[in-house]
């Protein structure tokens, strides 16, 4: 019998101490939103070139009152259309602002004169400790505003390309596709993080989910805003380079150039012909990138960061240039470095 009411004490413990977060949620959905992401492709077949739409949506935050939104970076980056659909206000068209791919993080603005945006503000993600109850907001497999709650169950850091340290903070609330982009709250409904990725090997939720860390997204996107590119390329290796006659041992193969991105206003253009070279997909035809300002493409990590800390160091309003092989010949483009000011209130 007292174990019986032992156990009885056990359970009832339990429930009191967990954490009903129905008014929290009904608070922080009205500035949760879904973002369909619309990208055009063009490949030749048959002797012909063949344009068609590929689509996909993750989730966004909006993070003040005029339409400002954190996303992953790998739902927006190469899009050239985004739609944004606003809990009681409707669809907006959007444009991105700023990008990290490295830190998977992106911010993008509506287009819109409105002024009167539900908002979260960033909060401090330090603060978040290890196996304390989290939860998430988005739209797994397409079912929008679902809530899943976990814990923070560690903090992961990485080495950035002149960014500093990438800080991911990991849960085990269920993540699926669909939820990229979205918040990651903490028990107070501070929003600290933005979800990236999972770990898995089913292809579904595995307790093994990541989001981008609220302070680096602030430092990254806010105080000092990445240029969205809008690229998607490969790296050649040097036996590949040397098969596409690149007159040096590395460079970069653009692929694709996402619509009135950085790279679409230097004048970059993307490949056409889907191709397999030493059992690596690639899409070839478009530009080759081998130098940006004075630093040459190696395919060397220390290059890159050579290469971040050059865009960087760059000051706004000066032109950035940039070395191409293009249909054998290797010109130079080049165009003025964003002048961008991102402002939360």
Known sequence: MLKVIAWGFIFLSFFVSA?????LYEKLDKSVVIIYSDTEQVRAQNNELVSFTSSSLGTGTLINSEGLILTAAHVVNSADELTVEVQGKGQFKAKVLSSYQAADIALIKLITNESDFP????ANSEKTKIGEEVFVIGTPY?????LTVGHLSGRRTQKGLGKGEIEFLQTDAAINQGNSGGPLFNSKGELIGVVSYIETQSGGNEGLGFAASSNMVKRILIEQPTIWFGLEFTVLPTGVAKALNVPQKSGLLIEKVAKQSFADKV????GVLEAEIEGQQMILGGDILLAVGDIYITGDASNYLSMANYLKNVEKGKRISFKILRNGHIIELSAEKPNLKIKLI
């Open 19 to 23: 954490k009903d977060y129905s008014k």
């Open 119 to 122: 908002a979260i503000k960033i």
């Open 142 to 146: 397409g079912l929008s505003h679902t």
């Open 267 to 270: 004048g970059l253009k993307g």
